[in-house]
């Protein structure tokens, strides 16, 4: 059955009332309905070839049991740290939920409920371009798949090399929903640049989150990791982009996957910036990552030089512990002596944040940290027009380009 965006609106808030908010999520998401099916929940009929993909569940999917805690994938239980039988919620759960549900799918600036919800979905894809820029689809395969992405290339390019900053989305969201949030077409034609954003499709995970807590999603030239890296260097290969200038960002799943990036290809990223992510390796499987975002995971070593590393983190964020932040920056200093300098300040929007830099004897910037006092899981001075942004916080995108130029120009 297919229905119009009212119907679909209506239909959502049934489940949601119900306590089945899964089936109203994959409604939104237009996704296949079997509300009956277990192996449909779990995504097993989406890919037959690739049956690895039960135990790709949605991270950050429905509200903890007790109401409390993290949304977490359905049928886990937070507060155990085990999986538990996938029930609806409780009578006296419900109303709460439905809030939780509706803030979180529906919230676009002041916008809430159904109408912030038909907002979200009535956005078109169409995204306004200056004269002579372009916004292309385009898509890159390789032995582990294939995936598409949004290139946007400036309207000032004219064959010379120009940096290249590639954008990992967050879970439920798309390309052209990430640019939007973040701004990065607006930035980058300000300045010069080329932006990437890989799409993750609901094939590959049921929330089109990027599967960082999958141990062949953690390796060099191994299933996601290679397919990032390869829209890269397609890129390069395609468009003259100056190998010194090329940065990996993302939010979330997105900043997770950045993370990993970074790791697995230090010789390609220049530096890169996760926002309201983990460190690469802080979970090997599906329960590992609940607990890595409640808490942090272990940290993988190896690492034989510094990152140029940004982060970017609320620590009032209830999807993925701040702690992790620290994670990421500790896992990029690589243990190396670095000189510290902590600043504070407040954003015009009035976030007040914390400013870490650690330096190299040279004085050149390394890592750099900021905690968003009060902050949830959103991407710092996001727009409205996007979901999971932060209007009010400190322009993460701005400050990000700013370091990764300098980090690039500092080593040059």
């Known amino acids: 059955m297919t229905l119009d965006l009212n119907g679909r609106m209506a239909e959502a ?53 007790s109401g409390s805690g993290p949304w977490t994938a359905a049928g886990f239980d937070t507060q155990q740290g085990n999986a538990a039988p996938a029930e609806g919620l409780t009578q006296a759960q419900v109303p709460e939920a439905a809030r939780g549900f509706l803030e979180r799918l529906g919230k676009l600036g002041s916008g809430t409920g159904l109408r912030g919800m038909a907002g979200h979905l009535a956005k078109g894809a169409k995204i306004s371009l ?117 940065y990996v960002a993302g939010l979330s799943a997105g900043g997770s996957a950045a993370a990993i990036m970074g790791s697995a290809y230090p010789d390609l990223y220049a530096a890169i910036c996760v926002h309201s992510g983990l460190a690469c390796g802080a979970a090997k499987d599906m329960p590992s990552a609940f607990a890595a975002m409640r808490q942090g995971g272990p940290l993988r070593e190896g690492r034989k030089h510094p990152l140029p590393t940004i982060v970017f983190h609320g620590d009032r964020d209830h999807t993925v512990s701040p702690v992790n932040g620290d994670q990421v920056i500790a896992q990029s200093k690589a243990g190396a002596e670095l000189q510290l300098t902590t600043t504070h300040g407040r954003s015009a929007g009035g976030i007040s944040y914390t400013r870490t830099v650690r330096a190299d004897a040279s004085g050149r910037p390394i890592l750099e940290q900021w905690v968003l006092h009060g902050a949830g899981h ?30 690039s120009e500092a080593s040059g």
């Open 130 to 246: 200056r004269d002579g820029a372009r916004f292309e689809e385009r898509v890159f395969a390789n032995e582990a798949g294939n995936r598409r992405y949004k290139l946007y290339i400036p309207s000032r390019y004219s064959g010379e090399p120009l940096p290249l900053v590639v954008m990992l989305h967050g879970c439920k969201q798309s390309p052209d929903d990430f640019a939007a949030g973040t701004r990065m077409n607006e930035l980058a034609e300000e300045r010069g640049f080329l932006v990437a954003y890989p799409e993750q499709p609901s094939s590959a995970n049921p929330s089109k989150c990027w599967n960082w807590f999958s141990p062949g999603d953690q390796l060099r030239d191994k299933g996601e990791p290679s397919l990032i890296a390869g829209i890269t260097r397609q890129i390069m290969r395609d468009f003259t982009v100056d190998p010194t200038r090329v």
């Open 13 to 65: 808030t049934r489940l949601t009332r119900a306590g089945r908010l899964a089936e109203a999520m994959a409604l939104l998401q237009g996704l296949p309905q079997k509300p009956n099916s277990l192996e449909s929940a779990e995504g097993c009929d989406r890919e037959p070839r690739r049956p690895a993909l039960r135990n790709r569940q949605l991270i950050d999917m429905v509200p903890s049991r």
């Open 378 to 407: 959103a991407w710092s001075g996001g727009s409205p027009a996007g979901s999971y942004t932060d209007p009010e916080g400190p322009d993460a995108s701005r400050e990000m380009l700013r370091f990764f130029l300098q980090a």
